[in-house]
């Protein structure tokens, strides 16, 4: 039937009808949800399982942010650093404004440690919006940050972003 110039399916615009179709029929919605059965594993402590998991729907679905994001994590809890890394580096390139990813590529940096990039990583997920600077304090990957003039700069600017977003 045809509407104002719109073709409908069922009421809906045919274009929101095919895009759903495609969504919903597509090998990432497939992905999507292997990779929330990984992160089920992970939660319960089943890292071997989870790391299968994640690896199956980025097969799937090689753009998969999630999953490549969670890969990246259990990678980095296996001590596979490098892995980590290349993993946490590819979720960078799909949504780059994240800023745990950005944290956690930081925390990686800080486990090879490259204390530099460590650090200009940290002020990325900073300025990009991280904003648990307790649990920067706690992780024993940041330890060598803990008492230095970094670690004042980090806090400092953590307190100025924090402070303009109060003001808002």
């Known amino acids: 039937m045809k509407l104002q110039g719109k073709i409908l399916i069922y009421g809906v615009p045919a274009i929101l009808a095919a895009a759903f179709l495609i969504y919903y029929f597509s090998p990432c919605r497939r992905a999507e949800r292997i990779t929330g059965e990984a992160i089920a594993e992970g939660k319960k402590g089943e890292t071997a399982s989870a790391q299968k998991l994640l690896e199956q729907s980025i097969s799937i679905c090689p753009g998969n942010f999630l999953a490549l994001f969670n890969l990246g994590i259990v990678l980095s809890s296996q001590d596979r650093n490098q892995e980590a890394y290349d993993t946490l580096k590819k979720a960078e390139k799909i949504l780059p404004e994240d ?28 300025d990009l919006g991280f904003s648990d600077i307790r649990r920067l304090g706690r992780e024993e990957d940041f330890k060598m940050f803990r008492y230095t003039p970094r670690f004042a700069e980090i806090w400092r600017k953590w307190v100025r972003i924090n402070s303009s977003k109060a003001a808002k």
């Open 99 to 126: 800023p745990s990813t950005k944290y956690e590529i930081a925390r990686i940096h800080a486990r090879m440690g490259r204390t530099d990039e460590a650090y200009d990583y940290i002020l990325k997920a900073l």
